[in-house]
C-alpha cells in the first residue's frame, strides 16, 4: 500500500517538476552557451562555439555569434553540446506500469492494468494500417520524464507484429496529457515483415489492393461535369490536407487527436476521416448526374477500407514508414512477395542482429536500390559460427546507406547507448556518423526532421549538454533542453 | 589392403581413356562421346533477357556423374544451366574461366534425406527458407548441392511434404527445386489401409483412363460428362500421373530410439516387410524408393523386377536377428549387392540424434551428413564399382528424388551445380575446393573459416 502511495507521489513530483521546467520555457529571455563544443550534426563540429536560444527555438549557433544583450549565458567551456535523442523505436508506455497497474491510470482505456495484449487484427492475417497505436498508450507513466532525464527529446511508438499494424506515433516526452504527449498520431505506418507464407501473401495482396486504389485516386474525374460549385469545396479540401500531412507535420500547436475517452483502438473508420470524403464526394456525384449504370459503381465502392487508404497515401507517398526486417533473409524473402516497383519512403528497422538469417549488410545491393536508411542495433556482431567480429554498421555506412541506431526504450539502455557507440566508434565508424545515427537518421524516418535532429537557427532548442565528450565514460550527461527549457532532473527518479 | 588395389584399379581404369559409359539397368546406355548440345531450346527461351554470362571451369578432370570420366575436359556454364562439356571448346568472349587443372569436377551431391542447411520448417518451402543459413556453407563445405527436406512418410496413407532444397547460397527463389516431388507411406499397413490403398489407386487408375478417352467420347456424344475426380486422391495421382515418386519407408510402429540408431531402418525392415513394399509397387504399377530396407541384398531381383530402388545407408551393420530367419542384417556388401542385380542405389549416412529422422551437418557421434562422399566410399568397400559410387550421390539420387532431369549429372541443359574437388571425389582426404551452385559460386574453402587452414594430406 506504502509504495503505491510512494509510486504515486513520485509521478506528481515528476509531473510538478516538468510542469515547472515548460512553464519557464516561455519567458523571452535568450540563453547563450559559450565556449561550447557544438556537434551541430548538420555541418561540421564547432569548437569554442556559441549557441543561443531564444523563444524555444535555436537562434543563432557558430563561432563568432555575438552574445545578445540580456541573455542569460552560460559558459559551457569544456562542454559538449548535441542535439537530444530521438527515439526511431520503441514501444514505452504501451505496457501498464506493473507498479501502477491497479489504479485507473490509462485514460481512454477501462481495465484492470492487464497487460496490453495486441488485438488479432494486428497479426499477420489482416491489414490493420489505419489503427493508431497512440490509442493503446498508458500516459502519465513516469517512463516518459524518465526518458527525457537521460536525453530522449523525441520518441517514437511503434506499433508491433506482422503485417501493418497500425500507425505509428510521435511523442513529446514531457507530455502530461494525451494531448501533450501527442506530437503526431499518425507520424508513420509501421510494416512488419515475417518469413512465412501467411505474412508474405497479405504483404503481395495488401500492396497490390493499395496499388489500385492509387490508380482510382489518380484517375482524372472526366465524365461529371455538372456542379462546379459543389465540387470545387470538395477536390480542394482533401488535396490540401494529405498533402500538408507530410511537409507540415504541425508541431506542437497542432490540433490534438481526439480527447481521451476513445474506447477501443480499433480500425474504424475514424483513423482517416480526410481521404474519405474526397473519393467518397466524387464517386457520389456522378449518381444523381447520369444513368443507374453509374449510380451502381459508387454504390459497390462505397465502403472505403481505411486500412488501404493509408496505404495508398504511403504509395502515393504521403507517409512514410518504418519497414521491419530483421535479416537479410527476410529482406530477399520481401523482395519476392513485394516486388521493388512499389516504392514508398521508409527506413528499415532491424532490432536485433541475426546471423543465423544473415545480418543485412549481406544485402547491401538492394537497401541501395531502396534508398532508404537502416536503424539497426548499437552493437558488433559475429560471424556465424566464429568469433569474427563484425561491424554492419560500418560496412552500411561505407556503402552510402545512411545508418541510425536503436537506443532502447528504458533509462538505461539509452545511458548505455553512448557505451555502445564507443565500440562502434573505436571500430571505425566516424564519430559524427554515430552522433548523427541516434539524432537526424531517425528524426528523418519519423518525419520530424524540419524541427528537431540537428543544432541549426530555426530548429527546436532540443539539445544535450556534456561535460566532455559524450562517447567517453568520463564524458557526463550534465543538462538536458527541451525546447528551450532545461528539464530539471527529478532526484525521485534516478 | 583390398580396398587400396580396387581403388587403384578403378582410377587406372578411369583414367585410361574417355570410357563407354555404363548406363544401368532400365535407363540404358548413355552416349559414349561427351554430350552434344541440345541445349537449343532453353537458349531460345532466354534470349529476350540479358547477354548470358557465360563460365567456364577448365581443365579438370570432369566426372560426368553418369558414370563417365571426361580428363582435362572443360565445363562450359551460361547463366544457371550447364552449356556444354567437352574437350577444347571454344569459350565465348567474356567468359569468366576457373582454372580446375589438377583438380576433379564433379555434379553436386544430392542428398536424399537431410535437414537444416536453410531449409523452411513447413510447407511451402519457397516462403519459409533461410538463404543465409550458416550451416549452407558447411553443407557445400560436405559437397552437397541439394537434399530433400521435409517428412517422407506417412502411416497408412500416402502422406509427406517436402522439397528439394538447393544450397543456393543468399538465392530465395533459387533455393527450392521443387515441392513435393516425393510421396510417402509407411509399411507395414493395417489390413484395412491395405485394402483402402488398394481401392484408392483403382478408382484413380479408372479415373486417369476415363480422363484419357474423354475427348473421344466427347467426339461422339457432346453430352457426355467429364469424369469426376476420386475424393482425396490428389497424391495417388501424382503418383500415377509421374510427378511424384512413391517412398516406402519401414514403420515398425512407436519410437524407438535404440532400434534405429542401430539399424536406421525402422524394426519392420525385414524381407516380409520389403515384399509388402514391393506389392505396392505392384499395385501403383511402377517403381517405388524403399527407404533403408537392411534386408534387400536377400531379394534383390525382386527389387529390381518392380524397378524399384532403395536408399541405404552403406555405413550401417546389423547383426543377424537368429530368431528371425528373414532378418538377416546388413553390411558393407548390400549396396554392391543390390547394384549388381541392376537396382538403382542412393546412398545416405545412419540415422542421427537418437534415431530422429533428421540427418544434417549438425549431427551426433560423426552420424551426420559431413562426408557424403565417405559414405558412398563405404559401398566401394562393400565392391560396388567406383564409378557407380559416385552415382549413388549424383544421378541416381537425383532420380530417387525425382529431379533427375534437372540435376545430378554434368549433361548439357541441366542445372549448373557443380563441384570442383582437390582430387578423387570418394577418397576421404578430398576437399571440395569450390562449390557452384545455379551457376554462382557459393563456397571456396579458401574464404569460409571451416576447412581453409586444412590442406589436403598427401598420401
Known amino acids: 500500500m506504502s509504495m503505491r502511495n510512494n509510486n504515486r507521489l513520485l509521478v506528481l513530483s515528476v509531473t510538478a517538476a516538468l510542469v515547472c521546467a515548460v512553464a519557464t520555457a516561455q519567458n523571452a529571455r535568450p540563453t547563450a552557451f559559450t565556449n561550447a563544443r557544438i556537434h551541430t550534426v548538420s555541418g561540421k563540429t564547432i569548437e569554442k562555439g556559441?549557441?543561443?536560444?531564444?523563444?524555444?527555438?535555436?537562434?543563432?549557433?557558430?563561432?563568432?555569434?555575438?552574445?545578445?544583450?540580456?541573455?542569460?549565458?552560460?559558459?559551457?567551456?569544456?562542454?559538449?553540446?548535441?542535439?537530444?535523442?530521438?527515439?526511431?523505436?520503441?514501444?514505452?508506455?504501451?505496457?501498464?506500469?506493473?507498479?501502477?497497474?491497479?489504479?485507473?491510470?490509462?485514460?481512454?482505456?477501462?481495465?484492470?492494468?492487464?497487460?496490453?495484449?495486441?488485438?488479432?487484427?494486428?497479426?499477420?492475417t489482416t491489414n490493420a494500417a489505419a489503427t493508431k497505436v497512440i490509442d493503446r498508450v498508458y500516459i502519465r507513466q513516469p517512463i516518459f520524464g524518465k526518458l527525457l532525464e537521460v536525453g530522449v527529446t523525441s520518441l517514437a511508438l511503434n506499433p508491433s507484429g506482422g503485417g501493418f499494424p497500425g500507425l505509428g506515433a510521435v511523442l513529446n516526452p514531457a507530455g502530461k496529457t494525451r494531448e501533450a504527449l501527442t506530437l503526431d498520431d499518425e507520424a508513420f505506418v509501421q510494416i512488419g515483415m515475417q518469413r512465412n507464407s501467411g505474412a508474405k501473401k497479405l504483404l503481395k495482396e495488401t500492396f497490390a489492393k493499395a496499388k489500385k486504389v492509387v490508380e482510382e485516386r489518380e484517375k482524372p474525374p472526366a465524365p461529371p461535369v455538372k456542379k462546379p460549385e459543389a465540387k470545387k469545396p470538395t477536390a480542394g479540401k482533401p488535396e490540401a490536407k494529405p498533402g500538408a500531412k507530410p511537409t507540415g507535420k504541425p508541431p506542437e500547436g497542432k490540433e490534438p487527436?481526439?480527447?481521451?475517452?476513445?474506447?477501443?483502438?480499433?480500425?474504424?473508420?475514424?483513423?482517416?476521416?480526410?481521404?474519405?470524403?474526397?473519393?467518397?464526394?466524387?464517386?457520389?456525384?456522378?449518381?444523381?448526374?447520369?444513368?443507374?449504370?453509374?449510380?451502381?459503381?459508387?454504390?459497390?465502392?462505397?465502403?472505403?477500407?481505411?486500412?488501404?487508404?493509408?496505404?495508398?497515401?504511403?504509395?502515393?507517398?504521403?507517409?512514410?514508414?518504418?519497414?521491419?526486417?530483421?535479416?537479410?533473409?527476410?529482406?530477399?524473402?520481401?523482395?519476392?512477395?513485394?516486388?521493388?516497383?512499389?516504392?514508398?519512403?521508409?527506413?528499415?528497422?532491424?532490432?536485433?542482429?541475426?546471423?543465423?538469417?544473415?545480418?543485412?549488410?549481406?544485402?547491401?545491393?538492394?537497401?541501395?536500390?531502396?534508398?532508404?536508411?537502416?536503424?539497426?542495433?548499437?552493437?558488433?556482431?559475429?560471424?556465424?559460427?566464429?568469433?569474427?567480429?563484425?561491424?554492419?554498421?560500418?560496412?552500411?555506412?561505407?556503402?552510402?546507406?545512411?545508418?541510425?541506431?536503436?537506443?532502447?526504450?528504458?533509462?538505461?539502455?539509452?545511458?548505455?547507448?553512448?557505451?555502445?557507440?564507443?565500440?562502434?566508434?573505436?571500430?571505425?565508424?566516424?564519430?559524427?556518423?554515430?552522433?548523427?545515427?541516434?539524432?537526424?537518421?531517425p528524426a528523418k524516418a519519423l518525419g520530424i526532421d524540419k524541427r528537431t535532429g540537428t543544432l541549426e537557427v530555426g530548429k527546436d532548442a532540443d539539445l544535450l549538454v556534456f561535460d566532455g565528450d559524450p562517447l567517453s565514460p568520463t564524458g557526463k550527461l550534465e543538462q538536458v533542453w527541451l525546447r528551450g527549457s532545461r528539464v530539471e532532473k527529478d532526484s525521485a527518479n534516478n | 589392403m583390398r580396398k587400396s588395389t580396387l581403388f587403384v584399379l578403378s582410377l587406372a581404369l578411369l583414367s585410361a581413356a574417355d570410357l563407354p559409359s555404363q548406363g544401368r539397368g532400365r535407363r540404358g546406355r548413355r552416349p559414349t562421346s561427351a554430350p552434344t548440345p541440345p541445349a537449343a531450346a532453353p537458349k531460345q527461351e532466354e534470349k529476350p533477357k540479358d547477354p548470358k554470362q557465360y563460365t567456364a571451369i577448365v581443365g579438370g578432370d570432369v566426372y560426368i556423374g553418369t558414370g563417365q570420366r571426361l580428363t582435362g575436359a572443360t565445363v562450359l556454364i551460361a547463366d544457371d544451366k550447364i552449356e556444354k562439356v567437352g574437350h577444347n571448346l571454344k569459350l565465348p568472349e567474356g567468359t569468366t574461366v576457373i582454372d580446375a587443372k589438377g583438380k576433379t569436377v564433379s555434379p553436386g551431391f544430392v542428398i536424399v534425406q537431410g535437414s537444416g542447411m536453410g531449409a523452411g520448417f513447413s510447407s511451402p518451402f519457397k516462403d519459409t527458407v533461410n538463404p543465409f543459413a550458416p550451416d549452407i556453407k558447411q553443407g557445400l563445405a560436405a559437397g552437397i548441392t541439394s537434399f530433400l527436406a521435409g517428412s517422407t512418410s506417412s502411416r497408412d496413407r500416402l502422406g509427406g511434404s517436402n522439397a528439394v532444397i538447393k544450397l543456393a547460397y543468399g538465392d530465395v527463389e533459387g533455393m527450392v527445386l521443387k515441392e513435393n516431388s516425393v510421396v510417402g507411406i509407411s509399411v507395414p499397413l493395417t489390413r484395412t489401409a491395405r485394402d483402402s490403398l488398394k481401392t484408392s489407386v483403382k478408382a484413380a487408375k479408372d479415373y486417369l483412363a476415363a480422363v484419357a478417352a474423354y475427348p473421344?467420347?466427347?467426339?461422339?456424344?457432346?453430352?457426355?460428362?467429364?469424369?469426376?475426380?476420386?475424393?482425396?486422391?490428389?497424391?495417388?495421382?501424382?503418383?500415377?500421373?509421374?510427378?511424384?515418386?512413391?517412398?516406402?519407408?519401414?514403420?515398425?510402429?512407436?519410437?524407438?530410439?535404440?532400434?534405429?540408431?542401430?539399424?536406421?531402418?525402422?524394426?519392420?525392415?525385414?524381407?516380409?516387410?520389403?515384399?509388402?513394399?514391393?506389392?505396392i509397387a505392384k499395385m501403383f504399377g511402377k517403381g517405388v524408393v524403399i527407404q533403408k530396407p537392411t534386408s534387400a541384398w536377400l531379394v534383390p531381383d525382386e527389387i529390381a523386377a518392380t524397378g524399384s530402388s532403395v536408399i541405404i545407408s552403406p555405413r550401417t551393420r546389423l547383426p543377424a536377428d537368429p530368431k528371425n530367419p528373414d532378418r538377416t542384417g546388413t553390411n558393407i556388401a548390400s549396396a554392391a549387392i543390390l547394384a549388381k542385380a541392376g537396382v538403382p542405389i542412393a546412398v545416405t549416412c545412419p540415422s542421427g540424434r537418437f534415431g530422429g529422422g533428421g540427418v544434417g551437418t549438425n549431427g551426433i557421434l560423426g552420424q551426420d551428413l559431413n562426408t557424403p562422399n565417405v559414405d558412398a566410399a563405404y559401398a566401394v568397400r562393400g565392391g560396388l564399382e567406383n564409378r557407380k559410387a559416385l552415382r549413388t550421390l549424383t544421378l541416381d539420387a537425383a532420380n530417387i528424388m525425382g529431379v533427375g532431369d534437372r540435376i545430378g549429372s554434368l549433361e548439357a541443359g541441366k542445372d549448373a551445380d557443380i563441384l570442383i574437388l582437390d582430387g578423387d571425389p570418394l577418397h576421404y582426404s578430398t576437399f571440395v575446393t569450390t562449390a557452384i551452385v545455379n551457376g554462382k559460386v557459393v563456397y571456396e574453402k579458401g574464404k569460409e573459416a571451416l576447412y581453409r587452414h586444412i590442406s589436403r594430406p598427401k598420401h
Not at chain 1, 542535439?83 to 526511431?88: C, F, K, N, W, Y
Not at chain 1, 546471423?355 to 534508398?371: A, F, M, R, Y
Open chain 2, 216 to 279: 473421344a467420347k466427347k467426339a461422339k456424344d457432346p453430352k457426355a460428362k467429364a469424369p469426376k475426380k476420386p475424393k482425396s486422391a490428389d497424391q495417388i495421382l501424382s503418383v500415377l500421373q509421374g510427378k511424384a515418386n512413391l517412398w516406402v519407408a519401414f514403420g515398425g510402429g512407436g519410437f524407438n530410439p535404440f532400434r534405429r540408431m542401430a539399424g536406421g531402418g525402422g524394426g519392420a525392415s525385414d524381407v516380409a516387410s520389403i515384399r509388402e513394399a514391393l506389392e
Open chain 1, 50 to 124: 556559441t549557441l543561443v536560444i531564444r523563444n524555444g527555438k535555436i537562434d543563432a549557433v557558430g563561432k563568432d555569434v555575438v552574445v545578445p544583450a540580456g541573455a542569460k549565458v552560460i559558459d559551457a567551456s569544456g562542454k559538449t553540446l548535441m542535439p537530444g535523442l530521438v527515439s526511431a523505436w520503441s514501444r514505452a508506455g504501451l505496457n501498464a506500469p506493473t507498479s501502477l497497474s491497479n489504479t485507473p491510470t490509462r485514460s481512454g482505456r477501462r481495465g484492470r492494468g492487464q497487460r496490453f495484449r495486441p488485438s488479432r487484427s494486428s497479426g499477420r
Open chain 1, 257 to 441: 487527436p481526439k480527447p481521451g475517452p476513445k474506447p477501443t483502438p480499433k480500425p474504424t473508420p475514424k483513423p482517416t476521416p480526410k481521404p474519405k470524403p474526397k473519393e467518397g464526394d466524387k464517386k457520389q456525384e456522378p449518381k444523381p448526374s447520369s444513368k443507374p449504370a453509374a449510380a451502381k459503381k459508387p454504390a459497390k465502392k462505397k465502403p472505403k477500407d481505411p486500412n488501404l487508404e493509408v496505404l495508398a497515401d504511403l504509395l502515393q507517398g504521403k507517409r512514410r514508414a518504418i519497414v521491419h526486417i530483421n535479416s537479410a533473409a527476410d529482406l530477399l524473402h520481401w523482395r519476392t512477395a513485394v516486388s521493388d516497383d512499389v516504392k514508398f519512403p521508409r527506413m528499415i528497422a532491424v532490432t536485433r542482429h541475426d546471423s543465423n538469417s544473415g545480418t543485412i549488410d549481406l544485402v547491401i545491393d538492394h537497401l541501395k536500390k531502396w534508398e532508404c536508411s537502416v536503424l539497426l542495433p548499437p552493437s558488433l556482431t559475429t560471424m556465424p559460427r566464429t568469433a569474427y567480429l563484425t561491424h554492419p554498421a560500418k560496412k552500411l555506412h561505407d556503402a552510402g546507406i545512411e545508418v541510425g541506431f536503436i537506443i532502447g526504450e528504458s533509462p538505461t539502455s539509452v545511458r548505455n547507448i553512448f557505451f555502445s557507440l564507443m565500440e562502434l566508434v573505436r571500430s571505425g565508424l566516424p564519430a559524427d556518423i554515430a552522433i548523427k545515427a541516434i539524432t537526424q537518421v
